[in-house]
């Protein structure tokens, strides 16, 4: 492939990561990565409420992994209410998977970053043949690419397995019990999923420019090299 073709790629991989850096920092700082409604059971069991009168005790929540809000209503009209995980839910999250979840977070950001300098440095620059090149390029495509399925699977398993949102719905709550009515993924999560999608169209970017991945070796270049020892 032609040098300035090679450039081009490069230059696309690398604004698509410096992109996918710039959209996991913004998703990090927003509330929206969860969406739904919470029904006040309590308040609905106690009126019987049905049909028409039960959206009188559905309420809203929405939340990001730093802080969100709440609308309770049991009747009397929405009172909104906002909370932060730190220092406020810890005690009642999986802390663990909540902070491993922020970590892999940064670590995306830090590779997105990297990835983005390295395949600018291979379009203008000089490459090396160890990790400045093809190697390094797909080594940081992967980590990145991989952090961001993470994220996915373990805010998922926060959310859907430990039922976050309801032990949320349910903070400081010592009359009322709240039950999830409704809940979906909002636009910073699917971010996360667009930019791990973004670091593997990279990594076929890499290998659409005539780079063979890490792991694939061509037979004839062994013979070659062989046949070349044998002569010295």
């Known amino acids: 492939m032609p040098a300035q073709q090679k450039k081009l790629i490069?230059?696309?991989a690398g604004v698509l990561s410096f992109a996918c850096a710039l959209g996991t920092a913004a998703a990090i700082g927003t509330q929206l990565w969860v969406r739904g409604t919470?029904?006040?059971?309590?308040?609905?069991?106690?009126v019987n409420a049905t049909g028409p009168e039960l959206h009188k005790f559905i309420g809203e929540i929405q939340y990001g992994l730093f802080s969100g809000q709440r609308v309770r209503?049991?009747?009397?009209g929405g009172r909104p209410f906002q909370f932060s995980f730190f220092p406020d839910l810890l005690k009642i999250i999986p802390a663990s998977i909540h902070v491993s979840?922020?970590?892999?977070c940064t670590v995306l950001i830090v590779f997105a970053l990297v990835g983005a300098g390295f395949f600018m440095f291979n379009a203008f620059g000089s490459p090396y043949e160890t990790l400045h090149g093809p190697i390094g390029l797909y080594?940081?495509?992967?980590?990145?690419?991989?952090?961001?399925?993470?994220?996915?699977?373990l805010f998922s398993s926060e959310v859907k397995i430990h039922h976050l949102?309801?032990?949320i719905a349910n903070f400081k709550e010592g009359t009322f019990t709240f039950k999830t009515h409704s809940e979906q993924?909002?636009?910073?999560?699917w971010t996360i999923l667009v930019c791990s999608l973004v670091q593997f169209l990279n990594a076929l970017l890499i290998r659409f420019a005539g780079f063979e991945f890490p792991f694939s070796k061509s037979k004839d270049s062994g013979t070659i090299t062989g046949a070349a020892d044998l002569m010295y």
């Open 165 to 167: 949102s309801e032990k």
């Open 73 to 76: 209503q049991c009747g009397l």
């Open 10 to 12: 490069f230059c696309t």
């Open 101 to 104: 979840v922020i970590l892999f």
């Open 139 to 153: 080594l940081w495509s992967f980590i990145a690419c991989s952090c961001g399925c993470l994220i996915m699977i």
């Open 38 to 46: 919470i029904l006040c059971t309590t308040g609905a069991l106690l």
């Open 185 to 189: 993924f909002a636009n910073s999560f």
